[in-house]
């Protein structure tokens, strides 16, 4: 689909490699930024395991804390599910983020140490 929600369809790829190919190159070309450092260099904290369908900003700073204090290191937390409105729409959910600067602020402080 594109951005505004009309089907895009295509032929004469003769492959699924080649319309692979064809895909990843027009809509999904590479790029020259580097992704964030700390996820090569530091662990990644998955919440679905603990957390399922329900992250919400108090289970997930909570969480970030219990990994402190069980003596693990900063890292990135990836929030895996439900963190947001219906999907794609790419919003918060309001009910599990109250006050998402506060959220961000505690993310970017327990990343950066």
């Not at 027009?26 to 998955?46: D, G, M, R, V």
């Not at 900063?74 to 599910?81: A, T, Y």
């Amino acid at each position: 689909m594109s951005r505004a929600g009309e089907l895009i369809s295509g032929e004469g790829h003769e492959t699924l490699r080649g319309a692979y190919s064809y895909v990843s190159r027009t809509f999904f070309p590479p790029s020259s930024s580097i992704p964030e450092e700390l996820l090569f260099t530091a662990p990644q904290y998955n919440l679905w395991i603990e957390l399922l369908y329900e992250p919400t900003q108090e289970k997930v700073l909570q969480y970030a804390k219990d990994v402190l204090a069980n003596g693990m290191p900063h890292g990135v937390i990836m929030i895996d599910d439900n963190w947001h409105e219906p999907y794609g729409t790419w919003k918060f959910h309001k009910a599990a983020s109250r006050n998402l600067s506060v959220w961000c602020r505690n993310f970017t402080l327990w990343a950066s140490r």
